[in-house]
C-alpha cells in the first residue's frame, strides 16, 4: 500500500509578495505626499500669522500716535511746512505731531517701515529705528491725508483724517510667498475746532 503524504503549502508565493509590496508602496509614497504637504502649510501658516501680529502691533502703534496727533504732513521729502499738508493723491511718507509735541516720521525704508522722532531740518538729531521685522517686505506705502489744510487761516470744516495702505509679502522662496494689503483709516481725536 501505497501512502499518499498531501504536502499543505501554507505561505505566499513570491508573486503575492511582490503585488502587495507595490501597493504598499504606493499607498505610503502618496501619504507621505501628503504629510509634507500640510507640514509645509503649517509652517507657512505660522510664518504669516507672525508677520500678521508684527504689523498689527506696527499699525495700531502708528494709528495710536496719528489719532492722538495734529499738524498731518504728507510727503516729508518734500520737507515739513509750517502748516499741515493733505495729499489726496497719496504720498509715501507722513509727518505727524504726536500728542507730546515732537515730530514723528514714517516712511518706507529698505523694505521696512522706518519711523523717526525729534528730527529738526532733516536728519539733524532724529532717533530712527525700524518697526517691522525683517521677515516681512513692504513693497509699498502710501498715505492719504484729507481735512488737515487749513484755507485762509482757519478751520475747513473737515476734521482731518489718514488713509494708510501697505502692501508686501511675507517668505523667502517664491513658491511659500503670501502676499498682503492692509488699509485703515484714522481721523485726528481733538476736533479741528479746538
Same mark, same amino acid.
Given at each position: @500500500?501505497?501512502?499518499?503524504?498531501? =504536502?499543505?503549502? =501554507?505561505?505566499?508565493?513570491?508573486?503575492?509578495?511582490?503585488?502587495?509590496?507595490?501597493?504598499?508602496?504606493?499607498?505610503? !509614497?502618496?501619504?507621505?505626499?501628503? #504629510?509634507?504637504?500640510?507640514?509645509?502649510?503649517?509652517?507657512?501658516?505660522?510664518?504669516? *500669522?507672525?508677520?500678521?501680529?508684527?504689523?498689527?502691533?506696527?499699525?495700531?502703534?502708528? &494709528?495710536?500716535?496719528?489719532?492722538? +496727533?495734529?499738524?498731518?504732513?504728507?510727503? #516729508?521729502?518734500?520737507? #515739513?511746512?509750517?502748516?499741515?499738508?493733505?495729499?489726496?493723491?497719496?504720498?509715501? %511718507?507722513?509727518?505727524?505731531?504726536?500728542?507730546?509735541?515732537?515730530?514723528?516720521?514714517?516712511?518706507?525704508?529698505?523694505? *521696512?517701515?522706518?519711523?523717526? $522722532?525729534?528730527?529738526?531740518?532733516? &536728519?539733524? +538729531?532724529?532717533?530712527?529705528?525700524? @518697526?517691522?521685522?525683517?521677515? !516681512?517686505?513692504?513693497?509699498?506705502?502710501?498715505?492719504? !491725508?484729507?481735512?488737515?489744510? $487749513?484755507?485762509?487761516? +482757519?478751520?475747513?470744516?473737515?476734521?482731518?483724517?489718514?488713509?494708510?495702505?501697505?502692501?508686501?509679502?511675507?517668505?523667502?522662496?517664491? &513658491?511659500?510667498?503670501?502676499?498682503?494689503?492692509?488699509? $485703515? &483709516?484714522? %481721523?485726528? *481725536?481733538?476736533?479741528?475746532?479746538?
Amino acid at each position: @500500500m501505497i501512502k499518499t503524504i498531501r =504536502k499543505n503549502n =501554507k505561505g505566499f508565493t513570491l508573486v503575492e509578495l511582490m503585488v502587495s509590496l507595490s501597493v504598499f508602496i504606493t499607498v505610503m !509614497v502618496i501619504s507621505t505626499g501628503s #504629510i509634507l504637504s500640510v507640514i509645509d502649510a503649517n509652517r507657512k501658516s505660522q510664518s504669516l *500669522r507672525s508677520v500678521m501680529d508684527n504689523l498689527n502691533y506696527t499699525l495700531e502703534s502708528m &494709528t495710536r500716535n496719528i489719532r492722538f +496727533g495734529t499738524a498731518y504732513h504728507c510727503d #516729508i521729502t518734500q520737507g #515739513i511746512s509750517s502748516s499741515p499738508l493733505d495729499c489726496s493723491g497719496g504720498a509715501s %511718507s507722513m509727518a505727524v505731531t504726536s500728542s507730546a509735541g515732537t515730530l514723528v516720521t514714517y516712511r518706507l525704508d529698505n523694505g *521696512r517701515i522706518a519711523r523717526a $522722532t525729534n528730527c529738526v531740518g532733516g &536728519t539733524v +538729531g532724529c532717533t530712527e529705528y525700524y @518697526m517691522t521685522g525683517s521677515d !516681512v517686505t513692504i513693497t509699498a506705502m502710501n498715505f492719504f !491725508v484729507s481735512g488737515s489744510a $487749513t484755507y485762509g487761516g +482757519g478751520s475747513n470744516l473737515y476734521q482731518p483724517r489718514a488713509i494708510i495702505v501697505i502692501s508686501g509679502y511675507v517668505g523667502s522662496k517664491q &513658491t511659500s510667498r503670501s502676499t498682503f494689503t492692509i488699509e $485703515t &483709516t484714522v %481721523s485726528q *481725536r481733538m476736533f479741528d475746532s479746538q
